[in-house]
C-alpha cells in the first residue's frame, strides 16, 4: 500500500512538473555565454489581445533586472525566432533594448511590433519613451497620443507624454498628464516626483509634500527623494521635518 501511495505521488509529482513545464520554459540557457542567466518566457495562449503595459508581465518575457545584458542577447531574441508573427516578442526586445540604453533598437524592435499590430499599446508606449529619449519629442507625443487613442486608461503613456511636454516647456499639459498617470496608476513614483517638481515651482508645498511622501512610500529606500522631501520643507519654511 505504502508503494502504491509513492507511486501516485510521484506520478502526481510528473505531471505537476510537465504542466509548469508547458506554461514556463527556459530561455536557451544552455546556449547562454553570461552567467546567472534567470530569464523565463510565459506562454501567452490564455493572454491573447491583452493590451497595455499592465498586462505586459503577462504576455512578454520576465526578466530579472539584475541581468538586462542576458534580456538584451538571448531572451527576446530567442523569442522572435520561435513565434515571429507575434507582436509581443518583439515588445520584449525593445523593453530589453531601451533598459540597456540602445534606444535605436529599441525602436527598430517596437516598430516591428506594431507592424504586426497596430494596436499594440504597449509597443507604442516602449516606442515613445526610446523616441523620448533620442529627443525625438514630436515623435514620441505620437505614439503616447496613439497609446492613449486605444486605450485612455493607460497610465504609462500618460507618464510619458506628461514628460514630453516638460521638454517642451509646456507645464500645464505635464501636470494634467501626470494627473491622468496617477489617477489610473497609482504605483508610479516616479510621476509622484516628477508633478511634485511642478507643484514646488508653483509655491503648492502642501500638494509637493503629498506626492513625494506617496513616492517615498513606494520607495523608502530613496535618499534623493527624502532629500527633495527635505528641500520641500525647507521651502515652505518648515525647518524642524526638513532636518
Known amino acids: 500500500a505504502l508503494a502504491r501511495a509513492l507511486d501516485t505521488l510521484n506520478e502526481g509529482f510528473r505531471r505537476q512538473t510537465n504542466r509548469l513545464k508547458s506554461i514556463v520554459r527556459p530561455w536557451s540557457a544552455r546556449n547562454c555565454p553570461y552567467a546567472g542567466h534567470r530569464i523565463l518566457l510565459r506562454r501567452i495562449d490564455n493572454v491573447r489581445g491583452a ?52 534606444y535605436d533598437r529599441a525602436v527598430d524592435a517596437a516598430s516591428k511590433a506594431i507592424t504586426k499590430d497596430p494596436d499594440d499599446v504597449a509597443a507604442l508606449v516602449v516606442r515613445g519613451t526610446a523616441y523620448h529619449a533620442l529627443k525625438k ?14 486605450d485612455p486608461k493607460e497610465s504609462a ?3 510619458g507624454r506628461g514628460r514630453v511636454f516638460l521638454d ?21 513614483h516616479q510621476t509622484y516626483v516628477a508633478r511634485a517638481k511642478l507643484y514646488r515651482r508653483r509655491g503648492d508645498f502642501g500638494n509637493a509634500r503629498r506626492d513625494l511622501e506617496n513616492a517615498i512610500l513606494l520607495r523608502p529606500e530613496s535618499a534623493p527623494y527624502h532629500f527633495l522631501l527635505a528641500q520641500t520643507h525647507f521651502d515652505n519654511r518648515n525647518y524642524g521635518p526638513a532636518i
Not at 500645464?172 to 508610479?188: Q, R
Open 168 to 188: 517642451k516647456k509646456d507645464k500645464k499639459g505635464a501636470m494634467f498628464d501626470f494627473s491622468k498617470a496617477l489617477e489610473f496608476g497609482k504605483e508610479d
Open 137 to 150: 519629442l514630436d515623435l514620441a507625443k505620437k505614439d503616447f497620443d496613439d497609446a492613449i487613442e486605444h
Open 51 to 102: 493590451k497595455g503595459l499592465g498586462h505586459l508581465q503577462l504576455v512578454v518575457p520576465y526578466i530579472d533586472r539584475d541581468d538586462w545584458v542576458c534580456a538584451d542577447q538571448c531572451g527576446p531574441l530567442d523569442a522572435v525566432q520561435a513565434d515571429p508573427a507575434k507582436s509581443l516578442a518583439y515588445v520584449g526586445q525593445a523593453l530589453a533594448f531601451r533598459a540597456t540604453k540602445q
Open 157 to 159: 503613456a500618460y507618464a
